[in-house]
């Protein structure tokens, strides 16, 4: 592997590692429902720029058919994964939802098995049973954290807080599962347009813009139950704007950029176990920022987690 190969990837994994800090941050002020606009703006602008920087006369073209296949595949991954996500971070913390979403290669291991008709190696095994086993570790020990109180306090308080703990935990496998379908399909969108990384991620981002800013609008003017949960953007502050905004650049167009250039000239299997590190890189800024702990077993379920998918990856 060449030199500035690994580096990129390794930036890659920095990048996506910023990027739950900085949603958390911003739920100081902004609501979960609130953090995939903004960001789609920080994410079309950059992209924009560099589009503009790069390639001033040219505008990529896309066919119908390559704007559904990017409508769905944007629309699983960013719209639905990511949301699925934003919420655990809001339950669980961004160590936890990080580090639980880092299984995705194993949803992108058997999807690729089904689309791209590739074999199970013995590697492949060996990281399911470690991933598998790191959920239901992380699962046991959030569960099992979150009932160690006083010994008088209530029983019902102590089930709310398993309950709360089960739904992050489930979240952040949910979006695991749509971020690992939509990787078999990443690099087959991205070959079959013929594309540069810098086309693919621009018209990425005006897709992203799309369909998010026609969710918000469905949301407020359809679902009046809906209407409670969305906060005005005018009352988000400042410093969440700024955060959400630089997440967008970071986690979708430096960070996405720099994913497709690894993909585009390197062998994904040699890319995804060195981007995987981030959940490390997560797990450091969530306790040197937001002070986050996580217990021994806990640590241990991330260990599986990583490890697996790192392997599956192999």
């Not at 990511?82 to 979403?101: M, N, T």
């Not at 074999?119 to 020990?141: D, E, F, R, S």
């Not at 810098?198 to 005006?206: D, L």
């Not at 890319?271 to 077993?297: G, M, N, Y």
Request: positive net charge; charged residues 10%.
């Amino acid at each position: 592997m060449p030199v500035w190969g690994l580096v990129l990837c390794l930036l890659t994994a920095t990048l996506w590692a910023v990027s739950p800090i900085l949603i958390k941050e911003s739920m100081k002020s902004a609501g979960a429902n609130e953090v995939n606009p903004i960001r789609s703006i920080g994410f079309f602008v950059t992209m924009s720029a560099i589009l503009l920087a790069t390639k001033p006369e040219h505008i990529p073209a896309v066919t119908l058919y390559q704007f559904l296949a990017l409508l769905a595949n944007v629309g699983l991954s960013n719209a639905v994964g990511d949301q699925l996500y934003i919420h655990s971070i809001r339950i669980i913390g961004a160590s936890l939802a990080v580090s639980i979403g880092c299984a995705y290669p194993l949803v992108s291991t058997f999807f690729s098995i089904w689309v791209l008709g590739e074999h199970i190696t013995l590697l492949v095994w060996i990281g399911t049973i470690a991933i598998i086993a790191g959920l239901i570790v992380i699962q046991y020990a959030s569960t099992k954290k979150s009932q160690k109180r006083e010994s008088d306090e209530i029983e019902a308080t102590r089930r709310k807080d398993a309950k709360r703990m089960l739904r992050g935990f489930l979240l952040a496998v949910a979006a695991a599962l749509c971020w690992g379908a939509n990787i078999p399909f990443t690099k087959s969108i991205l070959v079959a347009g013929g594309w540069t990384p810098v086309e693919y991620y621009f018209i990425r981002s005006v897709v992203f813009l799309i369909i998010i800013w026609s969710m918000r609008a469905i949301h407020h003017l359809k679902f009046r139950n809906f209407k409670a949960s969305i906060i005005p953007l005018a009352k988000i502050s400042l410093r969440a704007w700024l955060a959400l905004l630089a997440g967008g650049t970071i986690a979708f167009a430096i960070g996405g950029l720099s994913f497709a250039v690894c993909i585009n000239s390197l062998p994904v299997s040699v890319v995804t176990p060195i981007t995987a590190a981030s959940p490390f890189i997560t797990v450091l800024l969530a306790r040197a920022i937001h002070k986050e702990k996580l217990s021994r077993l806990q640590i241990t379920g991330v260990t599986f987690v990583i490890v697996g998918s790192v392997a599956v990856s192999l």
